[in-house]
């Protein structure tokens, strides 16, 4: 069992820079079923999606966070440090880098180099 989607809120005014950072650790802007009537915009890699429902006034978790996989970890961690994201490392979990980014709506995401032992 694999997780499929998680969803974050975000105003429709921040649609394009957060698919275009989304573009950045991998995931694809996808088709959105019609009849969500445009209340989200969705991002996919490798059959994982994250639906970013467009909200007036969304809400942004202070500490909780999507944590992402980025096989090529130091290819990504250049690739949003290029577009202007402030990465911050932090300690190494399970003997890899990780660290941690904000997306332009303000959502904390974790980048990691591996996964968390079985």
């Known amino acids: 069992m694999t997780l499929q989607h998680t969803s974050l809120e975000i105003r429709r005014d921040d649609v394009d820079a957060e698919v275009a950072f989304w573009a950045l650790l991998g995931f694809d802007h996808v ?3 019609p009849r969500l009537g445009g209340r989200a915009t969705w991002v996919a890699r ?11 006034r969304p809400t942004v978790m202070p500490r909780g966070h999507v944590a992402i996989l980025a096989e090529d970890y130091d290819a990504t961690v250049a690739r949003l440090r290029d577009a202007g994201f402030a990465f911050e490392p932090d300690d190494p979990f399970w003997g890899a880098e990780r660290g941690f980014v904000r997306t332009p709506a303000g959502h904390r995401v974790e980048v990691m180099a591996a996964p968390p032992p079985p």
């Open 31 to 33: 088709e959105t079923p």
């Open 46 to 56: 490798d059959g994982t999606h994250i639906h970013l429902l467009h909200a007036d």
